[in-house]
């Protein structure tokens, strides 16, 4: 699976962005997928994940009802729509993919991984 980020970019706090990650490969639908960032200086994080079929999702606390993740198994893609932001949030977002379909907040449960889009957010 190769998969390739983007829409990361430059946005005020309160501002929204809305990240995008296709992805290669015929078994997409049956994968979870996951969004995954790093600020300068900091280890990498959970932001949310997804499962194959979409039923399943799970956000970090930090981004609890801001962010949105969705997937388009038709499309290969999965999509993570970012609300309400704020200069924490500042990051390198990185999509990742698992083997299997269930859900991981675990980034070394993701063999695959795109690389990264930057989102930075101005106070």
């Known amino acids: 699976v190769q998969l390739q980020a983007s829409g990361g970019g430059l946005v005020q706090t309160g501002g929204s962005l809305r990240l995008s990650c296709a992805a290669s490969?015929?078994?997409?639908?049956?994968?979870?997928m996951g969004w995954f960032r790093q600020a300068p200086g900091k280890e990498r994080e959970f932001v949310s994940t997804?499962?194959?079929?979409?039923?399943?999702?799970h956000y970090a606390d930090s981004v609890k009802g801001r962010f949105t993740i969705s997937r388009d198994n038709a499309k290969n893609a999965v999509y993570l729509q970012m609300n309400s932001l704020k200069p924490e949030d500042t990051a390198v977002y990185y999509c990742?993919?698992?083997?299997?379909?269930?859900?991981?907040?675990?980034?070394?449960?993701?063999?695959?991984w795109g690389q990264g889009t930057l989102v930075t957010v101005s106070s």
């Open positions: 990742a993919g698992r083997r299997y379909s269930r859900t991981s907040p675990n980034f070394n449960d993701y063999p695959y």
């Open positions: 490969g015929r078994t997409f639908s049956s994968v979870a």
């Open positions: 997804i499962s194959g079929s979409a039923d399943t999702t």
